[in-house]
């Protein structure tokens, strides 16, 4: 890997969804006034669909390379020089980006092919899909970024880009609203990612080795063995600071609260943040210094605990919501919660293969949500739903499909790369972790059925207007669910368990995540976990077919369960919205007072009081100088005056004057002369 082959064309994946968010968003008003939403549509979905084969040919120019020779490199120039510090502007490839790219213009223009149909009603199509082209180029420039700065280009990019995206219709204060959260949490992680890289460099530098390139961290990484700061190993601090940048992208405990909040944003973006992009930032990350992270034992027993804590709280929230896309977005947050769970126990492999399995099937659910809202006349509340599976085949089909899939039906792709999380944390000797991870499976299932259920089955409950104007989406809109929909049934085949023949997922990263989260255990324990995971999520299904389907079991019964409580604290979401709310925002708010008031009466107090004095001392000052300075300057002006008066009287011109004086003065010079000195 210390030998990339030199490319010129990794660029191009990167630029051309950027150039395309400039001409749509300098010239995207004017092309739009005068050739129509057709032209942006093309300007738009061109480049992703050209970086999508872009990435198709740099994964298999990888593919017909050696194992230990995967890896390009485009790079342009040195991009800063500065003491110890060179970093270049380039991008490279190799089989961790090689997969990620193919997801973001794989999935990420299918989204934007999906948008074209959903978005055509929009007066700022152009602007729209300007943003969304930036935000494909942000996610690219950080998963093909040669080192953590350009990365670090990327993830503030993805993160201004949603800002933009979820407060698109920012007519409406909600909306705004969810935008400004999204960017205000994101950054509060990202203070974190910023004092990691400081530290990572620092230390790094500290070896005589200042780098942030991440082949040449790879080969000194393991410098910073011996390294201790405050007591804690460098590797470990630097590891829990990008961390907890992971928690604000990747939307885990404590920063998860954005991304439900997200669902503000038009549904093709909520697609592209859940499925293709922003979220699985995080995860990508601690793949990609997976050489570092296996350093901190403690970071990876802190990320195992954080991923099935937020899988389970996640899912719990899910099992009560009723909006049809809250729903999917909790489901985010738990799925993303095993995909920790995967990095914790050392399955850096498993993890990224869920992720990728992830996308398909969440971005189909996220857009089949879409397609019902669309028809719904843009009502998300399911309670108002059901019955659509006659009118919209296709979207019911592929609806279907996906939550087999994330539900972790056999066969489907979620089935396999969340057996292989659970498998790696029961075999890696974390039993509290396989358990939480198998109950949030079941609650996936219950909750993911319930949708299912409520929105496709039994009586339509729309109001009449909506139910005769139901139908199916347009083809632009269906074809990409297909698409998506026959990933989330057949991607998972690539990643088989060991006991069916093993990963070929795993093989095909091996070069970058080396062999970290070989499991220990027979086939036989790994048939029988995989058992009890598919046992526990049929029996989530079935709960849900007797409450929501057959009607058998009542739905209130359950909500009343211990007087409700666990109902009304999983409905609230456990109050973390109204903990933070009062911690943090009235916090600052109530702090925001109180350094007013200390400025009004404190600061002002001191300033207005220095005036005051200021005031008084000038105005002594001027008596001073009036009665004392100018006294004494007039009074020798006066004396003078006076005794030049006098003295003038001498000067009278009489010449006869003058000899009396004279004679005057020798008699009394005579006098004196006789008197005193004779």
Same mark, same amino acid.
């Given at each position: 890997?210390?030998?990339?082959?030199?490319?010129?064309?990794?660029?191009?994946?990167?630029?051309?969804?950027?150039?395309?968010?400039?001409?749509?968003?300098?010239?995207?008003?004017?092309?739009?006034?005068?050739?129509?939403?057709?032209?942006?549509?093309?300007?738009?979905?061109?480049?992703?669909?050209?970086?999508?084969?872009?990435?198709?040919?740099?994964?298999?120019?990888?593919?017909?390379?050696?194992?230990?020779?995967?890896?390009?490199?485009?790079?342009?120039?040195?991009?800063?020089?500065?003491?110890?510090?060179?970093?270049?502007?380039?991008?490279?490839?190799?089989?961790?980006?090689?997969?990620?790219?193919?997801?973001?213009?794989?999935?990420?223009?299918?989204?934007?092919?999906?948008?074209?149909?959903?978005?055509?009603?929009?007066?700022?199509?152009?602007?729209?899909?300007?943003?969304?082209?930036?935000?494909?180029?942000?996610?690219?420039?950080?998963?093909?970024?040669?080192?953590?700065?350009?990365?670090?280009?990327?993830?503030?990019?993805?993160?201004?880009?949603?800002?933009?995206?979820?407060?698109?219709?920012?007519?409406?204060?909600?909306?705004?609203?969810?935008?400004?959260?999204?960017?205000?949490?994101?950054? =509060? @992680?990202?203070? /974190?990612?910023?004092?990691? *890289?400081? +530290?990572?460099? %620092?230390?790094? #530098? !500290?070896?005589?080795?200042? &780098?942030?390139?991440?082949?040449?961290?790879?080969?000194?990484?393991?410098?910073?063995?011996?390294?201790?700061?405050?007591?804690?190993?460098?590797?470990?601090?630097?590891?829990?600071?990008?961390? =907890? @940048?992971?928690? /604000?992208?990747?939307?885990? *405990?404590? +920063?998860?609260? %954005?991304?439900? #909040? !997200?669902?503000?944003?038009? &549904?093709?973006?909520?697609?592209?943040?859940?499925?293709?992009?922003?979220?699985?930032?995080?995860?990508?990350?601690?793949?990609?210094?997976?050489?570092?992270?296996?350093?901190?034992?403690?970071?990876?027993?802190?990320?195992?605990?954080?991923?099935?804590?937020?899988?389970?709280?996640?899912?719990?929230? !899910?099992?009560?919501?009723?909006?049809?896309?809250?729903?999917?977005?909790?489901?985010?947050?738990?799925?993303?919660?095993?995909?920790?769970?995967?990095?914790?126990?050392?399955?850096?492999?498993?993890?990224?293969?869920?992720?990728?399995?992830?996308?398909?099937?969440?971005?189909?659910?996220?857009?089949?949500?879409?397609?019902?809202?669309?028809?719904?006349?843009?009502?998300?509340?399911?309670?108002?739903?059901?019955?659509?599976?006659?009118?919209?085949?296709?979207?019911?089909?592929?609806?279907?499909?996906?939550?087999?899939?994330?539900?972790?039906?056999?066969?489907?792709?979620?089935?396999?790369?969340?057996?292989?999380?659970?498998?790696?944390?029961?075999?890696?000797?974390?039993?509290?972790?396989?358990?939480?991870?198998?109950?949030?499976?079941?609650?996936?299932?219950?909750?993911?059925?319930?949708?299912?259920?409520?929105?496709?089955?039994?009586?339509?409950?729309?109001?009449?207007?909506?139910?005769?104007?139901?139908?199916?989406?347009?083809?632009?809109?269906?074809?990409?669910?297909?698409?998506?929909?026959?990933?989330?049934?057949?991607?998972?085949?690539?990643?088989?368990?060991?006991?069916?023949?093993?990963?070929?997922?795993?093989?095909?990263?091996?070069?970058?995540?080396?062999?970290?989260?070989?499991?220990?255990?027979?086939?036989?324990?790994?048939?029988?976990?995989?058992?009890?995971?598919?046992?526990?999520?049929?029996?989530?299904?079935?709960?849900?077919?007797?409450?929501?389907?057959?009607?058998?079991?009542?739905?209130?019964?359950?909500?009343?369960?211990?007087?409700?409580?666990?109902?009304?604290?999983?409905?609230?979401?456990?109050?973390?919205?109204?903990?933070?709310?009062?911690?943090?925002?009235?916090?600052?708010?109530?702090?925001?007072?109180?350094?007013?008031?200390?400025?009004?009466?404190?600061?002002?107090?001191?300033?207005?009081?220095?005036?005051?004095?200021?005031?008084?001392?000038?105005?002594?000052?001027?008596?001073?100088?009036?009665?004392?300075?100018?006294?004494?300057?007039?009074?020798?002006?006066?004396?003078?005056?006076?005794?030049?008066?006098?003295?003038?009287?001498?000067?009278?011109?009489?010449?006869?004057?003058?000899?009396?004086?004279?004679?005057?003065?020798?008699?009394?010079?005579?006098?004196?002369?006789?008197?005193?000195?004779?």
């Amino acid at each position: 890997m210390d030998q990339p082959l030199q490319t010129d064309y990794l660029r191009w994946i990167v630029l051309l969804p950027l150039a395309g968010a400039i001409v749509n968003g300098l010239l995207g008003a004017a092309i739009q006034k005068r050739a129509g939403k057709g032209a942006i549509a093309v300007l738009a979905c061109a480049p992703v669909v050209a970086a999508f084969a872009l990435s198709v040919y740099a994964f298999l120019e990888l593919a017909g390379l050696s194992p230990e020779h995967r890896f390009l490199i485009d790079r342009l120039y040195r991009w800063i020089d500065l003491g110890s510090l060179k970093v270049d502007l380039a991008f490279a490839v190799d089989p961790l980006s090689a997969v990620m790219i193919l997801i973001v213009t794989g999935i990420g223009g299918l989204i934007h092919i999906y948008a074209v149909g959903y978005m055509h009603d929009d007066k700022a199509f152009w602007r729209f899909f300007a943003y969304l082209n930036l935000f494909t180029a942000a996610m690219l420039t950080l998963v093909t970024g040669d080192n953590m700065l350009l990365m670090f280009v990327g993830w503030e990019g993805v993160g201004l880009c949603s800002y933009a995206l979820i407060g698109f219709w920012y007519q409406d204060q909600n909306n705004a609203r969810a935008g400004n959260k999204a960017f205000i949490v994101n950054r =509060v @992680g990202d203070f /974190g990612f910023v004092l990691g *890289i400081f +530290l990572l460099f %620092w230390s790094f #530098d !500290a070896q005589g080795h200042g &780098t942030l390139t991440f082949r040449e961290m790879a080969r000194w990484a393991q410098g910073l063995q011996g390294q201790q700061i405050w007591g804690v190993s460098a590797a470990t601090l630097a590891t829990l600071l990008l961390f =907890v @940048g992971a928690t /604000g992208k990747s939307a885990q *405990i404590p +920063l998860y609260v %954005w991304l439900p #909040d !997200a669902m503000a944003g038009p &549904t093709p973006v909520s697609a592209l943040i859940h499925a293709a992009t922003m979220v699985t930032a995080g995860v990508y990350m601690a793949a990609r210094l997976n050489f570092l992270f296996s350093m901190a034992p403690l970071t990876l027993n802190v990320i195992a605990g954080v991923g099935a804590a937020t899988a389970l709280l996640a899912a719990t929230i !899910a099992l009560t919501q009723y909006d049809i896309k809250k729903v999917l977005a909790y489901s985010t947050v738990s799925q993303l919660g095993y995909m920790f769970m995967g990095i914790g126990v050392g399955g850096y492999a498993a993890a990224i293969f869920h992720l990728m399995t992830h996308a398909f099937f969440k971005a189909c659910l996220f857009l089949g949500a879409g397609s019902v809202i669309h028809a719904m006349h843009h009502e998300q509340d399911m309670r108002k739903m059901g019955g659509l599976k006659g009118p919209m085949p296709l979207t019911f089909a592929t609806f279907f499909v996906s939550v087999l899939a994330i539900a972790g039906m056999p066969g489907t792709a979620g089935f396999f790369s969340k057996d292989e999380i659970l498998w790696l944390a029961f075999s890696n000797h974390h039993p509290v972790i396989w358990a939480l991870g198998v109950a949030g499976a079941g609650m996936t299932s219950f909750y993911m059925f319930r949708q299912l259920f409520m929105v496709f089955f039994g009586e339509c409950r729309a109001d009449h207007h909506t139910r005769e104007r139901l139908h199916e989406s347009p083809t632009i809109m269906t074809a990409p669910l297909v698409v998506l929909a026959a990933g989330a049934l057949l991607a998972g085949w690539i990643g088989l368990p060991a006991v069916l023949g093993g990963s070929r997922f795993a093989e095909w990263l091996e070069p970058v995540l080396g062999g970290h989260g070989a499991e220990h255990g027979s086939h036989e324990l790994e048939l029988l976990l995989m058992a009890v995971s598919v046992a526990v999520a049929a029996g989530g299904f079935f709960l849900a077919y007797l409450i929501y389907y057959r009607g058998v079991l009542s739905a209130d019964r359950f909500a009343s369960f211990a007087g409700g409580f666990f109902y009304r604290l999983f409905e609230r979401k456990y109050y973390v919205d109204e903990i933070y709310q009062a911690i943090f925002v009235n916090g600052s708010l109530l702090l925001a007072r109180l350094l007013a008031l200390f400025d009004q009466y404190v600061i002002d107090g001191i300033v207005d009081g220095s005036a005051a004095l200021t005031r008084w001392l000038s105005w002594l000052n001027g008596l001073f100088d009036l009665y004392v300075i100018d006294g004494i300057v007039n009074g020798v002006a006066d004396t003078s005056y006076w005794a030049g008066n006098r003295l003038r009287r001498v000067q009278t011109g009489n010449i006869n004057g003058y000899l009396y004086g004279i004679l005057v003065a020798v008699v009394l010079a005579i006098v004196v002369k006789l008197r005193y000195w004779s």
